[in-house]
């Protein structure tokens, strides 16, 4: 075996390299927390949906005086939340995406930590939960890309690994695949919205997370499609008005949900300037309250995420033809209260509503117009085809849509640039960025004054 050694010095080294702890400690650190990401993800799932159905138990579905609770739960909700997020959980707030893609555009530690951290973590997982007890309507994935940001961000400390910025891209496609169980939507997601400046060395850093935290999610729920299978299959001869129809219309209301957001966000945080914490929680409660009246009046449809209407539209039962407007409008108010929580599933949910009303005036499927509506819609938000099309396609297990849904996506990202130029995540991001130029500048002053 020695004279082998001898005759091979590149089998030696080798050896002697994957013997090293230097080599092994990053590895398994890195592993570790890839797979953490896919049991929290789990987790945080199971706890949404206990959160969304304790709101419904509460409130009760028999129309009785308890349906009229949210009037007091939601505001009051959307306040501690508020308060939490101000007080103990700076950096928490809205979806968690563009906080992941400040990160990877901050240079400095200190400055990541504050966006991306352990603490985060438990307060974005938390609160979430808490604004889905209240009636909320958010999403749980857009949060599960800053936690799998924020672990594979530790994991790089932990590990003394140099390529923070590949590590937290790596965390928040793992963070997309393990939340939706779309392995090839989290790879894409971080290619095209995560990635802006995507570079080919960190393909393995995702691939591996977003394989490992896979793997972690389906060793506890098993294989599963998100939507359930959609059987329904688009048929252009017939369907190709529904389909520039969905695009078109779809991705207007996206961007337009996107600009209005936006410029609210950009208005409230200019007002809350002089008094920050008074005044934020006086928006929290104004939308809170507008969010429960919504609810109360669609029956109760608009609460929680919309992840069991839109369902409900995929597997071929028409939503009420207001549905979409009132989800609309109960998510951008839900957004810009500034609590923690995503737009993913009630953006999903929106685009369900969308498709449902089109298929009702074209006398299509409601499946059909339910999928092609999602993309349309969810692409004209987030200025993100691809991904659209490719998470619609893994939610509900059926590829024969791939052209239609494809199409969809590209007319509603094509409207939405026509509407709105500032994808939603990266103008959002800008805000942590600045924020974090504003700290460096404030601890940078007494120095220069001291000198």
């Known amino acids: 075996m020695a004279g082998q050694s001898r005759k091979h010095p590149m089998l030696r080294r080798s050896r002697a390299m994957w013997a090293s702890r230097r080599v092994w400690q990053p590895r398994l650190v890195f592993w570790a927390g890839a797979i953490s990401i896919g049991l929290i993800s789990v987790l945080f799932a199971v706890l949404a949906d206990k959160a969304q159905a304790l709101f419904h138990v509460v409130i009760g579905n028999d129309g009785g005086w308890r349906f009229y609770l949210p009037l007091a739960i939601t505001p009051l909700g959307f306040v501690l939340c508020a308060w939490l997020a101000h007080a103990f959980f700076p950096g928490s707030q809205g979806s968690g995406i563009p ?21 985060l973590v438990a307060g974005k997982i938390a609160l979430t939960l808490v604004g889905l007890f209240c009636g909320a309507s958010i999403g749980r994935e857009g949060p599960t890309v800053q936690v799998g940001a924020s672990l594979m961000l530790q994991a790089a400390r932990w590990g003394g690994m140099a390529q923070a910025r590949g590590l937290i891209l790596a965390g928040s496609a793992a963070g997309i695949a ?6 090839l939507a989290g790879i894409v997601f971080a290619i095209e919205e995560m990635g802006r400046t ?25 294989n599963y499609t998100y939507f359930g299978v959609s059987k329904e299959t688009i048929s252009f001869a017939v369907d190709w008005p529904l389909v520039i129809a969905c695009g078109v219309i779809g991705g207007g209301f996206g961007a337009l949900f996107s600009l209005l957001a936006l410029k609210a966000t950009r208005r409230i945080r200019r007002w809350n300037a002089l008094q920050p914490l008074w005044r934020a929680l006086l928006v929290a409660a104004i939308c809170g309250l507008a969010v429960a009246v919504i609810g109360i009046a669609s029956g109760g449809l608009t609460f929680g995420t919309g992840y069991a209407q839109a369902r409900s539209a995929v597997e071929g039962t028409p939503l ?23 737009i993913f599933a009630p953006s999903l949910a929106v685009g369900a509503g969308i498709g449902s009303s089109l298929g009702l005036m074209f006398a299509s499927s409601a499946g059909v117009a339910a999928l092609l509506g999602m993309a349309g819609y969810f ?11 490719v998470i619609i396609l893994e939610m509900t297990g059926n590829h024969d849509n791939v052209i239609g849904l494809m199409l969809a996506s590209m007319l509603g990202y094509g409207t939405a640039r026509l509407i709105s130029h500032e994808p939603l995540y990266h103008a959002l991001s800008r805000v942590f960025i600045a924020e974090a130029i504003r700290r460096r ?11």
């Open 441 to 451: 500048r404030a601890e940078a002053a007494p120095e220069s004054g001291l000198g």
């Open 99 to 119: 906080q992941a893609i400040a990160a990877r555009h901050l240079r400095d530690d200190d400055d990541r930590s504050h966006i991306l951290s352990l603490r």
């Open 320 to 342: 009420p033809w207001f549905f979409f407007a009132e989800k609309f409008a109960a998510g951008l108010l839900s957004m810009i209260s500034g609590i923690p929580g995503g």
């Open 379 to 389: 692409a004209g938000v987030v200025q993100a085809p691809m991904t659209a099309f």
């Open 198 to 222: 995507y570079e080919a060395r960190t393909n393995g850093l995702v691939l591996t997370a977003v394989i490992l935290a896979g793997l972690a999610s389906l060793g506890v729920l098993g």
């Open 178 to 183: 393990a939340a939706f169980n779309t392995p």
